[in-house]
């Protein structure tokens, strides 16, 4: 191998860097299934219950290597998902307490067996041990990346061979098992990575902080698409810059929290900015709703308060469209109106343009055709339709506009047409005697 | 206040045993909610999150009092469950992600927190995570009593206050969140309510017993009272015994392999757990074994009983020999064990290598045959069922049909001469 000469005699800040990247990108994949299947704290589950196997292999084998300690640790998170399955199986006990239950009783086992580990008579030193509570990445050998790359490199093999089936099982294992897919086989692999992954990583950055580096790339990459390739990619690109840029900021602290407190600021930062997903986005869209409503809110009034008079456009007293309904900031919506060319105000009238006018119809006629419907096929009453009506209009596709015309044309329900608007089903404010 | 001296000159093990108790039943009060609510990780979660707002509250006051502490604690625990909540409300992430992000995040800061003011102070990691049980006697004492055990008193007490408090909203909003909100209860400020009791509580347990074993505490004896009954108040009461049991037996056990005492007792309460899954009366697995055991004994046995009636009827001179019988009941051992349960209550002799009915057993056997064929006729009568379906159901029903339902189908039937395959209902 041409890189050991080159790895030997890496220093040991460039170890930890390239350690902690491989074990974020690890864990950033792992932790999307994981995410994604609703199991984010198995992870948390996981790491405690691996400490009574780290113990034990301590006990039993004598050695401190990382592979006998993480076999030991496998072999007991491994009997921890049994324990759940079969508590959330056989007995009335919900999967939240029994995650709680099996975590803290092998977590206090495993306190139980580190303290016979320390006693002297055992061979007193528990040093590496207690890296796994933890973390000490500073601890790192060569021989751990070495271990972390084959594992990452499994990891990556099994995601990529059987990519098709975990899609699948994460987002629908009910159509994945009728369509004869091995769905508990394929969880149960999904199960295994995430506890391989748990469990190497363990040493490296400790228990809780293990749980995180799961739950945080994946939950970050989650904001930023919808796609589980994208996903998975982001996630693990997200796991690989939160460790060693985590260690380089953190130095002085411990490693493990440095990495955390990284991941989770990738977490708020696309929390606030992500685009869709993301809270800056998500208000941004709901401002922009919210203002067109209110707009083609304006323009169907006032179509409905001129429609008296057309064809001929009348100039409508402000004083009229503002008593008309309730409106928020009227004058700023009058004045995009204005700017968009759909009407001409006055200091005190205002006037639909004839452009606007075509608007302020077919927005009418979207509004009355949904009333209609609901009026003669939802047998709603017609003096209920119109707040009905007012919440879907702005969300009719044209095509459903277009469907509804022709059915009511069809059965011959639709009414003469004024500028190809119905009339309105029920009375408008504009019929009653003006005060 | 001024204790008696029996009580300020017990033995370091009594304080040890007491401590340990005290926290079990502070946190079975809380703990029973949390599994009812199906928030158990919610525990796991406050219990690391309160971590940061420890160390502010020590860094401002100065001191690990306990009224800075029990603020830290609660205005923390109020942060990560409203932190908890947005994130998945608003921000749509997973609620087990979300607890996920806010507790690691949190206890990352902690950790950060811990190094960079209080290097070395009364902040060992290690203590975060397992507690220092052994050490209870030996810390300064509050009105008499050792300290960790003076603030898990007051924590206890002030649980118990507030939960009989707020005995029915809680019970409702636990077991009915919707119907609570429905009737005006305020869901939520009773959730905010109870995490924050969570959060002190946690913090009170965190000197003796550690962040992850408090979780031991809060969920494994509420989870085994809830196999062992079906009511809140009883349920809290046995988790609070079991807590205390599992403190005796821990620490018992501890002291007897020489380890750490508080891993010793969540240990102890695993093992009463466990013992209640295998041998809960109702819910164990066990008695669930053993009552599907004894009915599918109880079929096998009237099965064959209905089996030689039908055989008799059909040709008195004819009968079923015991290899045949085992054979047809399809079940070999569990057959063989039916057969001599019924020889032996003498429902049926054994001729040679044959089996025959005895008085008694033909009267039973005549019941049985009874109840099936007055259901074949109800489902043909009543439901208008064809005749070549009716059998598999009246032969499944049949061990389920006592006097009561017989008598109510025999009055609201038409015929119950015959059953609709042409055969005589018996009497």
């Known amino acids: 191998m041409s890189g050991l000469p080159l790895l030997l005699g890496l220093s040991l800040s460039s170890k930890v860097m390239i350690g902690t990247a491989l074990l974020g990108g690890m864990a950033g994949v792992v932790g999307c299934f994981a995410v994604l299947r609703g199991r984010a704290l198995v992870g948390d589950m996981l790491a405690h219950a691996a400490l009574p196997g780290v113990a034990l292999a301590f006990l039993l084998m004598g050695s401190r290597s990382i592979l006998t300690l993480s076999v030991g640790a496998l072999a007991t998170g491994l009997l921890a998902i049994a324990t759940i399955a079969v508590i959330v199986r056989w007995t009335r006990t919900k999967e939240d307490a029994a995650i709680g239950i099996v975590l803290s009783t092998f977590f206090g086992a495993g306190v139980v067996l580190l303290s016979v580990v320390q006693k002297p008579a055992v061979g007193g030193n528990k040093a590496g041990l207690n890296s796994y509570l933890f973390g000490d990445p500073g601890n790192m050998l060569t021989g751990d990346l070495f271990v972390l790359a084959l594992v990452g490199a499994i990891l990556l093999f099994t995601v990529a061979l059987l990519f098709k089936e975990f899609k699948v099982v994460c987002f629908d294992t009910d159509f994945a098992q009728s369509q004869g897919w091995p769905t508990l086989t394929l969880d149960l692999l999904m199960m295994a990575s995430l506890a391989v992954v748990t469990i190497v990583g363990l040493p490296i950055v400790g228990v809780i902080l293990m749980a995180a580096m799961i739950i945080l790339p994946a939950a970050t990459a989650r904001f930023w698409t919808n796609r589980l390739h994208i996903m998975l990619l982001l996630a693990a690109a997200f796991g690989i810059a939160a460790g060693p840029l985590g260690t380089y900021l953190g130095r002085g602290f411990p490693a493990g929290a440095a990495i955390v407190l990284t991941a989770a600021s990738f977490f708020g930062v696309s929390l606030l900015l992500a685009p869709d997903r993301g809270v800056a986005a998500r208000l941004m869209a709901e401002y922009q709703l919210r203002k067109r409503i209110t707009r083609e809110h304006l323009l169907r009034s006032l179509y409905e308060l001129s429609e008296s008079q057309l064809p001929d456009i009348p100039c409508l007293p402000l004083l009229t469209v503002s008593q008309y309904r309730h409106w928020d900031s009227l004058e700023k919506m009058l004045q995009l109106e204005a700017e968009a060319g759909t009407i001409l105000r006055t200091e005190q009238t205002i006037q639909l343009t004839p452009f606007g006018l075509r608007r302020a119809a077919e927005l009418t006629k979207a509004h009355r055709l949904w009333e209609m419907y609901l009026v003669q096929y939802a047998d709603i009453a017609p003096d209920h339709v119109d707040r009905d009506a007012d919440d879907v209009e702005h969300l009719l596709p044209e095509s459903l506009l277009v469907e509804l015309e022709q059915q009511l044309a069809e059965e011959d329900r639709l009414p003469n047409l004024v500028a190809e608007v119905p009339s309105s089903p029920h009375e408008l404010d504009t019929d009653k005697p003006q005060q | ?427």
Request: hydrophobic share 50%; charged share 15%.
């Open chain 2, 1 to 427: 206040m001024q204790l008696p001296v029996t009580l300020a000159t017990l033995s370091p093990d009594a304080w040890i045993v007491l401590t340990g108790a005290a926290t079990n039943v502070a946190c079975a009060l809380v703990g029973c909610f949390l599994v009812l609510r199906r928030m158990s990780l919610m525990g796991d979660a406050l219990s690391h999150a309160v971590l940061p707002g420890l160390v502010l509250a020590f860094l401002f006051s100065g001191s690990l009092g306990i009224v800075s502490l029990f603020l830290g604690a609660a205005a923390v625990g109020l942060l990560s469950t409203f932190l908890t909540q947005t994130l998945h409300q608003y921000a749509r992430v997973p609620s087990d992600a979300s607890m996920g992000v806010v507790f690691t995040s949190l206890f990352a800061c902690g950790v950060i927190l811990i190094k960079k003011y209080i290097n070395g102070l009364h902040f060992d990691i290690a203590c975060v995570y397992e507690g220092s049980l052994e050490l209870v006697p030996f810390t300064d004492s509050l009105a008499g009593l050792p300290r960790p055990l003076f603030t898990t008193l007051v924590v206890l007490i002030v649980n118990l206050a507030l939960v009989l408090a707020f005995w029915k909203e809680l019970k409702l909003s636990s077991f009915d969140a919707n119907l609570a909100t429905t009737m005006g209860y305020p869901s939520a400020a009773l959730h905010y309510l109870l995490m924050t009791m969570v959060a002190v509580t946690t913090v009170a347990s965190f000197e003796a017993v550690g962040s992850i074993l408090v979780v031991a505490m809060l969920i494994v004896p509420a989870a085994t009272a809830h196999l062992l009954c079906d009511r809140l108040a009883v349920m809290i009461a046995i988790s609070a015994g079991v807590g205390i049991a599992a403190s005796v037996l821990g620490y018992w056990a501890a002291v007897y392999c020489d380890t750490n005492i508080a891993g010793m007792m969540t240990v102890a309460s695993g093992v009463l757990y466990g013992l209640a899954v295998l041998f809960s009366p109702r819910y164990g697995i066990c008695s669930t074994l053993l009552r599907n055991l004894s009915m599918s004994i109880r079929v096998l046995r009237e099965d064959l009983l209905s089996m030689l009636y039908r055989i008799e009827e059909l040709d008195a001179s004819k009968s079923l020999t015991a290899a045949k019988a085992r054979a047809a009941l399809d079940s070999s051992w569990l057959a063989r064990w039916a057969i001599a349960a019924l020889a032996r209550t003498g429902r049926i002799q054994r001729v040679g290598d044959r089996l025959q009915l005895t008085d008694a057993g033909r009267d039973d056997a005549r019941q049985l045959v009874r109840s099936h064929r007055l259901w074949e006729t109800y489902l043909v009568e009543h439901l208008g069922m064809p005749l070549d379906h009716v059998h598999e159901p009246a032969h499944r029903i049949e061990h389920y049909i006592d006097d009561r339902i017989r008598q109510e189908l025999e009055e609201n039937l038409e015929t119950t001469e015959q059953d609709p395959h042409g055969r005589e209902i018996p009497d």
